[in-house]
C-alpha cells in the first residue's frame, strides 16, 4: 500500500531544520493543508508566514531553531554573517556590558530584526 502525500512529506522533513513553504512543494499537491496538519501535530512549528521548524526533541524538550538555519531560510542564501556588539569584548575594546541584539550583514536585505523571526524592512535590494 503506498503511503499518503502527508507520510511522504513527513518522510522528507529533517529535524533541526527550517524550511521556507516553496521548499515542501514538490512532496505536497496541497501544501497549505498539510503544513497546518504538520504544525497542529506538533511536527513543525510556525517560525513567520512561509517559515517553518521542524524541532529537534531531546530528553529535556525541544530545542530551539538555530539561529544560522532561520537567517538562511529568511534570506534564501548561505552569504551572510551573524555578528553581536559582544565580538568587541572579546578584543578588549567594547564595554562590560552584554548586549541582546545580532547584525547580520548581507547583500540581499536590509532591515531591523526586532527578534531573529521577526523582520521591519527599512529597505529591500
Not at 527550517?18 to 501544501?31: A, G, I, K, N, Q
Amino acid at each position: 500500500m503506498r503511503p499518503s502525500t502527508l507520510e511522504q512529506l513527513r518522510r522528507h522533513l529533517r529535524p533541526g531544520r527550517v524550511y521556507r513553504r516553496e521548499e515542501l512543494l514538490p512532496w505536497s499537491h496541497s501544501v497549505d493543508r498539510h503544513l497546518k496538519e504538520l504544525t497542529v501535530d506538533g511536527t513543525l512549528q510556525k517560525l513567520r508566514t512561509g517559515l517553518y521548524y521542524c524541532p529537534r526533541k531531546f530528553e529535556f524538550g525541544e530545542a530551539p531553531a538555530d539561529e544560522h538555519e532561520v537567517v538562511k531560510a529568511f534570506l534564501k542564501t548561505d552569504r551572510f554573517v551573524v555578528t553581536s556588539p559582544n565580538a568587541y569584548n572579546q578584543l578588549g575594546l567594547g564595554t562590560t556590558q552584554l548586549y541582546n541584539k545580532r547584525v547580520v550583514y548581507n547583500q540581499n536585505v536590509m532591515g531591523h530584526f526586532r527578534s531573529a523571526i521577526e523582520w521591519s524592512p527599512s529597505n529591500v535590494a
